[in-house]
């Protein structure tokens, strides 16, 4: 059964600041990994797509990065910005199933 | 393309009472995936629909709860009888078989079974 681990679980960062948020999973054989974001009481949004073939993907100031053999994925926010805050979540795709993280919640203080 | 649709946005139902959860995928989807998200148990795959034939309904939680799809462009999930540990938001996706595709999520419905 596919795991996925967010770390760290809350975050918060002053205004500018770039954020990292690291995800984990435990099943290499995946066939693409999605971060979505989550505002509260809101659904989830896509922010990134990776194919299980690529080594990052990117949309303006987000970048994620996908080391597959290694089980790692990594989302760059290049300064930050207090509309940034939000829950980040990691989904893996394997097969139909998408397994997801329990989420990076980020705070952007101004 | 309007996403993924779902219906109500809130639901209050008494203990007891039936709750029909709505969805219509994006045109053209073929997969359609019901989730439950609560804070102690994250998101949860109930139920997961190929071309409208329900292929993995594992995470369904016990009898109360069923799934149907119709057709391709509409789904229902129903709680008969409901209970109070029901209450979570109930997120429905679509996508298709590509393992290039993502899924796209609807708004979903928060339920309260009081």
């Known amino acids: 059964k596919q795991e996925v681990t967010q770390i760290p679980a809350a975050l918060s960062v002053p205004e500018g600041e770039n954020l990292v948020l690291n995800c984990s999973f435990t099943d290499s054989a995946i066939y693409n990994l999605q971060w979505f974001r989550q505002d509260p009481g809101k659904g989830l949004t896509s922010l990134l797509l990776i194919q299980s073939s690529q080594r990052e993907q990117t949309s303006g100031r987000l970048n994620a990065s996908l080391d597959k053999s290694s089980g790692r994925s990594t989302l760059y926010i290049a300064a930050s910005q207090p509309g940034d805050s939000a829950t980040y979540l990691c989904?893996?795709?394997?097969?139909?199933?998408?397994?997801f993280g329990a989420g990076t919640t980020v705070t952007v203080r101004a | 393309d309007a996403g993924v649709i779902q219906s109500p946005r809130h639901e209050v139902t008494e203990m007891g009472q039936e709750v029909t959860l709505r969805c219509k995928p994006i045109s053209g989807h073929n997969s359609l995936f019901w989730y439950r998200q609560t804070m102690m148990r994250g998101l949860e795959l109930l139920i997961y629909?190929?071309?409208?034939?329900?292929?993995?309904d594992s995470g369904m939680p016990e009898d109360r709860f069923s799934a149907k799809m119709p057709n391709a462009s509409f789904s229902t999930l129903k709680i008969q009888p409901s209970e109070p540990r029901d209450s979570a938001v109930y997120f429905c996706?679509?996508?298709?078989?590509?393992?290039?595709?993502?899924?796209?999520f609807g708004s979903g419905t928060r339920l309260t079974v009081v």
């Open positions: 989904a893996v795709r394997d097969d139909y199933k998408l397994s």
């Open positions: 996706a679509s996508s298709t078989d590509s393992p290039n595709y993502g899924y796209t």
């Open positions: 629909f190929n071309n409208n034939v329900p292929i993995d």
